[in-house]
């Protein structure tokens, strides 16, 4: 035990909720909890100096999924949960703006489309099917063809054959919506420490231990709880390696600003590997795990060569051709995925919880995964 005081084991070491992870998923849960009930004690333990993971490093969209997306899901876990999903998707990326508010997350609705080339242009005798599964979340039909714009956005016609618009889609402010969930969890009476990678989680009679791996002076720290909840997505099987989460590094690029950009919006093309928008007057641009999913299946924040020259490549060829630009820098964010391309909710004790797999749409979710969690505990 560290050599600690009464004041710290007085007022810093006993809690109702620890959560790992203060990504967005973590802090949500903890705002869940005070919403719910205010006077429930919460502490985050975050590894990193900055949330870890994808909740800081992803593209910034309020999406639910594209119709190839959509159409692939369908044919993988059948449709009714795959239109569950989208309505997890659209509620919780609705949570989230109550909770913050839109100017808080820098929020933007120019509307999302998917590029569709030669090979994918059987998806256009799909748009009514998908309108109709998923009529009773929008209300509206979602999907509708604008493939006038392809010249207007200055996109490659001979790589992009059509373009389908949803006008339900948006985009964040990543970096602005995390500062501001901080705040707002801060402000609810939520402690997050950073740098405390927590370690062993073990079940007392009453109560649950979480070991605090080192502090300043290398020794460990204790903290006890009466729930533990963990949401560290990806990085979960540090902790419970029977939880099967696979990692999955996302590489993304960001350019110059432009002087003449033509389009803003969310983009998608093939199936949602690859994915841009505009961030005022510059090019986010990230994807291409499909093009090496064994390298990218990994917890390791490094670039992979082979997909930064493939977003290279194809910025210049599809969705900039002609256009002078340049790459400012590049980096990867790391996600969780499971077979069934479904988040889950599970319980290592009925004091341990788990939250798994995003599934690459971590900022729709989150709010809703929050939700679902903060239901199945009744002490709160």
């Known amino acids: 035990m560290a ?3 009464f004041w710290e084991k007085n007022s810093f070491l006993n809690y109702d909720f620890i959560i790992i992870g203060a990504g967005i998923l973590g802090l949500s849960t903890a705002c869940e909890i005070k919403e719910r009930n205010p006077k429930r004690t919460v502490l985050i333990l975050e590894k ?12 910034g969209f309020a999406c639910f999924g594209s119709p190839t997306e959509i159409l692939s899901d369908i044919k993988r876990i059948g449709k009714s949960d795959t239109i569950d999903l989208v309505r997890k998707r659209f509620e919780g ?14 929020f933007l609705n120019y509307g999302g489309y998917e590029l569709i080339d030669n090979k994918n242009l059987a998806v256009l005798d799909e748009i009514n099917f998908v309108n109709e599964a998923v009529q009773n979340i929008f209300g509206e039909n979602t999907f509708e063809l604008k493939s006038e714009r392809i010249d207007e956005f200055g996109f490659d016609a001979s790589n ?5 618009y949803s006008r339900f889609e ?39 231990r979480v070991t605090a791996n080192k ?22 099987n540090k902790l419970f390696p029977e939880f099967k989460v ?21 983009f998608h093309f093939d199936e949602g590997y690859y994915y841009f928008r505009n961030f005022e007057n510059r090019v986010i641009f990230g994807g291409g795990r ?44 790391i996600m969780g995925f499971n077979d069934l391309k479904k988040p889950e909710i599970r319980k290592f004790t009925d004091r341990i919880i788990a939250a798994l797999s995003c599934n690459g749409m971590g900022i729709a979710l989150s709010s809703f995964i929050a939700k679902e969690i903060t239901e199945k505990i009744p002490s709160i």
């Open 3 to 5: 050599h600690l005081s």
């Open 48 to 59: 990193g100096i900055l949330p870890s993971g994808a909740s800081t490093k992803n593209a």
């Open 93 to 106: 990326i609705n949570i989230l703006r109550k909770r913050l508010g839109d100017e808080n997350i820098g």
């Open 160 to 164: 992009v054959s059509e373009l389908i």
């Open 170 to 208: 948006s985009q964040i402010d990543t970096g602005l919506m995390m500062a501001s969930l901080i705040s707002y969890a801060a402000a609810l009476g939520v402690r997050i420490i950073n740098g405390c990678e927590a370690g062993d989680i073990g079940e007392k009679e009453n109560f649950v």
């Open 215 to 236: 502090n300043s002076d290398k020794e460990k720290i204790y903290f006890d709880c009466k729930t533990v909840i963990i949401c560290t997505n990806a990085f979960t």
């Open 246 to 266: 696979t990692p999955g590094r996302g590489q993304v690029i960001i350019t110059k600003p432009l002087q003449h950009l033509k389009f803003k919006g969310v």
């Open 290 to 333: 499909n093009i090496d999913f064994e390298n990218e299946t990994t917890t390791a924040f490094e670039s992979n060569e082979k997909i930064l020259d493939a977003l290279s490549d194809k910025l210049s060829t599809i969705i900039l051709p002609g256009q002078k630009h340049e790459i400012d820098y590049s980096w990867s964010g």
